[in-house]
């Protein structure tokens, strides 16, 4: 007796009756395979009956889940050690403090890592979050006319900002520019130039001043020479700018979305959440095709990558 079973993904195939070598499982397969031509017509008709989607991951989810894991190293992070020194008179201080200079500079490697990451792919999530709320609710002018929808999408970021009303459907309003948020916004946008290229600044970089007498460097202020520097380059980490534009760009969604009908916000924060989501190119046609959560049950059987054959 024969069984078969599809899944998925696979096909279970259970012979009764007869003990099955590698062998025998490498012809049951070419000879199932070469029937497939008398039964084409029928396996055409069923494959046209399928629904054909594209499983699409979705980039802005990609980036807001980098910039959630940076978001909360920092603000973990975002109180600043002690950087008064330990007493180091005896042994056992000296340890101390050697112990306190590991920690703060480990903390230091991490916070300087998090709030650079972090304050580049900000702007990064803030376009993103634009890109995918015109794909989402394009006109259908612009899914009919891809060149008109690439044409969009490649203009400068607050034009594309402005237009969303003009482009997209659900809006109940455009967006103001003398809106708090949306001043926010450009505010985060403006700096990306900057920090991308990876710009100089003297006068805003400075993070502390120093004068020498010939050779010698001479501070205006008394410290611990490797703590002071720790504590200087807080100023550089900017824990707390970084945070700030951050959340203003969050800010900035909800006000964005706050422009949407109710139906359609809902639909696209249902979205937002999701790492993936369907596409059906046919029908130009986006949905979600799967629960947040996946089951998989493994049984007691031989597999087909198991087996030491060549299938060819």
Not at 217 to 243: N, T
Not at 272 to 280: L, T, Y
Request: aromatic share 12%; with cysteine; net charge neutral.
């Amino acid at each position: 007796m024969l069984w078969i079973q599809g899944g998925n993904r696979d096909v279970h195939v259970h012979v009764s009756g007869k003990k099955m070598k590698p062998k025998d499982w490498v012809r049951f397969a070419k000879t199932l395979k070469s029937d497939f031509a008398r039964w084409g017509a029928e396996m055409s008709k069923v494959a046209a009956a399928l629904e054909k989607w594209n499983i699409v991951s979705n980039r802005y989810v990609m980036v807001a889940d980098a910039c959630a894991q940076f978001h909360d190293l920092l603000t973990d992070e975002a109180q600043a050690p002690d950087f008064t020194p330990q007493k180091r008179r005896t042994e056992a201080g000296i340890k101390r403090y050697q112990r306190q200079i590991e920690k703060i500079g480990e903390r230091a490697n991490r916070v300087f890592s998090a709030s650079l990451s972090l304050d580049l792919i900000t702007p990064v999530l803030a376009e993103s979050f634009v890109n995918m709320i015109i794909f989402l609710a394009r006109k259908d002018e612009l899914k009919r006319n891809p060149r008109q929808y690439e044409q969009y999408i490649r203009q400068h970021i607050d034009t594309r900002v402005f237009d969303l009303h003009l482009k997209c459907d659900a809006f109940t309003a455009g967006v103001d520019p003398e809106h708090e948020d949306y001043k926010a916004f450009k505010r985060v946008m403006d700096r990306r130039n900057y920090n991308l290229h990876g710009n100089i600044d003297p006068a805003k970089d400075a993070i502390e001043t120093v004068y020498f007498d010939k050779f010698t460097p001479l501070y205006e202020q008394g410290a611990d020479p490797i703590l002071e520097l720790f504590r200087k380059k807080e100023a550089v980490f900017d824990i707390s700018g970084v945070l700030r534009r951050y959340h203003d760009v969050h800010s900035f969604f909800q006000y964005v979305l706050g422009l949407m009908e109710s139906n359609a916000r809902k639909e696209i924060e249902f979205l937002m959440d999701d790492s993936e989501f369907g596409f059906d190119i046919k029908r130009n046609r986006l949905g979600r095709l799967f629960a947040s959560h996946e089951a998989m049950m493994l049984l007691p059987l031989q597999y087909d990558d198991e087996l030491k054959v060549d299938w060819q």
